[in-house]
């Protein structure tokens, strides 16, 4: 799996609270999550080739198209490697009595070079549904 499911979790509920569920007319979210999971997948975060910091920046929009403060929302890349960025993001409770919790996840994935594949692994392809 290229994704932590935490750092999808976290994004969908950014999505969910965005403008992506108003396509979704079923109601449940599917077309928000395809669309997001189809963007971190199709988003190259290799060493050799990607960037990091680009998903970062992609998920970092997600978020404040959800509604999500800039002041919550934090960038972070290396001088010395700036593909290499990442993205903190404080998601504010409801209650101030529970205590928050932490989501963690990495962006980055191992080498994919495409002639080892017999497709391309940076395309998202849906078969059978």
Known sequence: MRILPA???LLLAAALGGNANAADRSG???FAFRALYKELVETNTSHSAGSCTL???RMAAHLKTAGYKD???HMFTPDDF???GGLVAVLQGTDSKKKPILLLAHL???EAKREDW???PFT???EGG
Do not use: C, Q, W, Y
Request: glycine share 4%; charged share 40%.
């Open 28 to 30: 449940d979210g599917e």
């Open 71 to 73: 002041t919550d929302i």
């Open 108 to 110: 980055d994935v191992v």
């Open 7 to 9: 750092l999808l979790i």
């Open 55 to 57: 998903a970062a920046e």
């Open 118 to 120: 017999t497709r391309d």
């Open 82 to 84: 700036p593909k290499d």
């Open 124 to 126: 998202l392809i849906e």
